[in-house]
């Protein structure tokens, strides 16, 4: 069974910085690429990063580029996304997940409980 465990959200006002943490268990993380997303009220859940396998390919959403960065450690199972310069329209619940491939940023259906960013003054 996959588990998904992220942590690092908060209250930031605009321009402020945050880093999110997601620890994977029950799948091979060392051989997956790794994905977070977001969805914010009201709307669908939307892609945000991806890292693949050995963090030789990363990409981020447009709106984020110059701001987000993923990154991984396969030996602590754990990715990362460090968010800064951050705006109000950041504001979302974040999911980290195991991803079906690298280039399809296609999640499988396991999801934690998220982690809440708030972006606020």
């Known amino acids: 069974q996959v588990q998904l465990v992220e942590s690092g959200g908060g209250l930031v006002q605009p321009g402020g910085s945050l880093r999110l943490s997601c620890v994977t268990s029950?799948?091979?993380?060392?051989?997956?690429?790794m994905g977070w997303f977001r969805q914010a009220p009201g709307k669908e859940r939307e892609f945000v990063a991806a890292?693949?396998?050995?963090?030789?390919?990363?990409s981020v959403v447009a709106s984020a580029k110059g701001r987000f960065t993923i990154s991984r450690d396969n030996a602590k199972s754990t990715v990362y996304l460090q968010m800064s310069s951050l705006k109000p329209e950041d504001t979302a619940v974040y999911y980290c997940a195991v991803l079906q491939s690298y280039g399809s940023k296609t999640p499988y259906d396991y999801w934690g409980q998220g982690t809440q960013v708030t972006v606020s003054s």
């Open positions: 029950g799948a091979a993380f060392s051989t997956s690429a």
């Open positions: 890292i693949s396998r050995f963090s030789t390919s990363t």
